[in-house]
């Protein structure tokens, strides 16, 4: 008899909840309590979104999406954190930002049992197991996991400016990390060879380096890359498309960090220098460079010949050595090269530019080689250092 009456007990507590929510949805079979409930859930399927913005006209599915929208445009954010009294404009986001004072990460991947503070972050984590894209973009169509994000590409609005060099962001949390390199600290440290960095971001990159793990491979050559940023700087080489060019000398560049890096060579300017002896660079990677010869330290050992190398380029060049691999073809004699530099220089035989010129007599020369030789032979030692080389080497396209 007991179980009986357990039995019509719980098929009245089913039928119970049924009745507290009887407007159900015939597409997914959610159910509601009111029908206000339900109609808005209906805007989930249609897509629709009645609630535009009189600001930017952006438009939403729910009123109350609209509302939370407006505070990016006032700009008041009444909620404070009561540690560190910074605002914002969301309880949720003051909830948010509160694990970060409490370290609790109670969201566990079931994949990687990597933890998190926030569901967010795990669901987004979790695409990068499944090679999910969810969001596509209705401009270009392409498929990606943070379509907010992607959207600014489109619309060229960077609304956060650096208060120290008025550098300006479309995110917040792109211009939070850019402050981190004025303050110069570096609380990130590697536990392989206890570098410091920046930021995670920077030292889940170096970590690559250790394992030489490089998942990301190009679709045309095969060649693999650390990073997802060098296969898209490395996809446009297949493309031969230089969009960026110099307003001085209009030679033209696959990226416009290889373009800033030229127009130094116009300004001359050296803003890096070398605590040790002075000396003055262009680009801070050449600074880097030269400070291996005061160290004299050669950390990058070749596993054939067990030759070392300061810099990694160098062991780069000199594994070519032993592959015998050469894959710069020039498209006139059809002569390979092991080094894209020397293929370019090869194609100054075909095209008889010289573009070194002697800042002492004025004779040109196809190679700085020959300069070199020429300087050595022709001028006199005490005149010698007023000759300086033309660095610049005119497109050539291969």
């Not at 297949?238 to 890096?261: A, I, M, Q, W, Y």
């Not at 010869?293 to 380029?313: A, L, M, P, W």
Request: charged share 30%; aromatic share 4%; with cysteine.
């Amino acid at each position: 008899m007991l179980a009986n009456q357990n039995r019509r007990t719980k098929s009245l507590d089913k039928s119970t909840r049924v009745d507290e929510k009887p407007h159900r949805m015939e597409v997914c079979e959610k159910r509601f309590r009111q029908g206000g409930g339900l109609k808005r859930h209906m805007l989930t399927h249609t897509k629709e979104k009645p609630h535009r913005c009189a600001v930017c006209e952006k438009r939403f599915a729910f009123w109350s999406s609209l509302k939370r929208h407006m505070l990016t445009h006032t700009n008041e954010k009444s909620h404070q954190c009561h540690v560190c009294e910074k605002r914002f404009a969301l309880r949720s986001n003051l909830k948010a930002h509160m694990m970060t004072h409490t370290n609790e990460k109670s969201h566990r991947c079931d994949v990687c049992e990597k933890t998190f503070a926030l569901r967010s972050n795990l669901k987004r984590h979790r695409l990068i197991h499944t090679k999910e894209n969810l969001y596509q973009c209705n401009v270009c169509e392409k498929r990606v996991r943070d379509l907010k994000g992607h959207m600014l590409t489109h619309a060229n609005e960077k609304p956060h400016r650096c208060a120290v060099c008025e550098k300006s962001f479309a995110l917040r949390k792109y211009l939070e990390l850019h402050m981190i390199r004025h303050t110069n600290e570096k609380s990130y440290q590697c536990v392989v060879c206890e570098k410091k960095f920046r930021c995670g971001a920077d030292l889940r990159q170096h970590l690559l380096t250790h394992t030489n793990e490089k998942p990301h491979q190009c679709n045309s050559c095969t060649k693999r890359f650390a990073q997802t940023g060098h296969l898209k700087k490395h996809l446009i080489t297949h493309t031969n498309k230089k969009p960026h060019r110099c307003d001085v000398c209009e030679k033209r560049f696959t990226h416009g960090g290889s373009l800033k890096t030229h127009m130094l060579i116009h300004t001359k300017e050296k803003p890096h220098i070398c605590d040790v002896c002075e000396k003055r660079f262009g680009h801070g990677s050449s600074l880097k460079q030269h400070m291996l010869s005061h160290t004299n330290e050669k950390k990058h050992r070749c596993y054939v010949c067990e030759k070392q190398f300061k810099q990694g380029g160098h062991l780069k060049q000199h594994m070519l050595t032993h592959t015998k691999e050469k894959t710069h073809l020039c498209h006139i004699c059809e002569k390979r090269f092991s080094q894209s530099g020397n293929l370019k220089q090869h194609m100054l035989t075909h095209t008889k530019e010289k573009l070194y010129r002697c800042d002492i007599c004025e004779k040109r020369f196809t190679t700085s080689r020959s300069l070199k030789n020429h300087i050595t032979t022709q001028h006199s030692k005490d005149r010698r250092d007023q000759c300086n080389t033309t660095t610049g080497l005119t497109e050539v396209k291969i």
